[in-house]
């Protein structure tokens, strides 16, 4: 029998994939493709439906691997195939909780991954190098010349910077790149954390005798409170001009658990906004596109207070509403 997210439309499936694929990190797909794989091989495929996913993701996985690639793709690889034998254990031990799987898979496969880079004489020196090298190379395309995201400034107002302001853009471009490259693994990381929850709801689309539960509504999200204390680690060392190798780690642990967290008080709300009719609800949205930039920081704020104030246990719907 099906898993219960096959009586669903495929849509927001299909378009969160697409989406990740498009705005993942690098090799995103195998993320996706080679977890799914994993899963239905291991769940005595029978009917047409499994074995056409089987093939599909044996392809894209083929494919993948055997196109050239930079060392940056070469570590996202690896990371993926770890990810995916990973999250094929967490699933045979029986875990109940999709959060916990992933979590766990994600950090037994960065384990396989430092291990695998450091056995092949990959050093975190040379990927940051060449993700700077890339970052840089996508931001000189931009108009004007000039090393620049994405800006509201139109080509005339670029045009016409002066020296000073374009060295200025040059620097704050810089100490960008600089950060975000050194939160590479941390990026990979979440990469596979989102690539193995949609391969998870694919996988109970497609199986017809899935192993555990169907992923639970997204408002549902919560982990080990436990992880807060890595939140609060993380943190401690990123206040502490530290050596490299320890200031990276306590920057990317603290990137990986912010994510989680700012998704869990993501949830949070959508959670409380299944309670309001739909007029409300418009007025709320778009109040929340005014001030985006403190939501993303509430979001993070609430997640980490839901450890001790359990806040959607707080929360009753209204008789006959399911958030």
């Not at 050239?68 to 990973?86: H, K, L, N, W, Y």
């Not at 008080?265 to 959670?271: D, E, K, N, P, V």
Request: aromatic share 8%; charged share 10%; net charge positive.
């Amino acid at each position: 029998m099906p898993g219960s997210t096959g009586r669903r439309s495929p849509w927001p499936t299909v378009l969160v994939t697409a989406g990740f694929i498009v705005a993942g990190p690098p090799g995103a797909i195998l993320f996706v493709a080679a977890p799914l794989l994993c899963l239905l091989a291991v769940s005595r495929p029978r009917h047409r439906e499994e074995w056409l996913g089987i093939i599909a993701m044996a392809a894209i996985v083929t494919l993948v691997l055997r196109s050239d690639a930079t060392v940056i793709e070469q570590t996202s690889r690896a990371m993926a195939i770890a990810f995916a034998g990973s999250l094929l254990v967490t699933a045979l031990l029986g875990l109940r909780s999709l959060a916990d799987k992933l979590i766990l898979a994600a950090a037994g496969a960065s384990a396989v991954t430092i291990g695998w880079s450091a056995h092949l004489g990959i050093h975190f020196a040379g990927i940051r190098a060449a993700v700077v090298t890339m970052l840089w190379e996508g931001y000189r395309a931009y108009p004007g010349g000039l090393s620049l995201p994405p800006t509201p400034y139109d080509q005339a107002t670029l045009d016409g910077m002066s020296a000073a302001a374009r060295a200025g853009r040059e620097a704050q471009l810089s100490a960008y790149v600089h950060a975000m490259s050194g939160l590479y693994p941390g990026i990979l990381v979440v990469g596979a954390l989102v690539g193995g929850w949609i391969a998870w709801l694919w996988y109970h689309r497609i199986a017809q005798r899935p192993m555990g539960v169907p992923s639970p509504p997204v408002s549902r999200l919560r982990f080990n409170d436990q992880l807060v204390w890595g939140l609060i680690g993380g943190l401690g060392l990123t206040l502490f001009t530290l050596p490299e190798p320890i200031g990276v780690i306590g920057s990317n642990v603290l990137f990986v658990l912010g994510a989680l967290y700012w998704a869990r008080g993501l949830a949070i709300t959508r959670y409380a906004l299944a309670m309001f009719p739909a007029p409300p609800l418009f007025k709320i949205a778009l109040t929340a596109l005014l001030v985006l930039p403190l939501a993303f920081g509430g979001w993070l704020v609430m997640g980490v207070a839901d450890t001790w104030l359990d806040i959607r246990r707080r929360l009753q719907p209204p008789k006959g509403v399911s958030p």
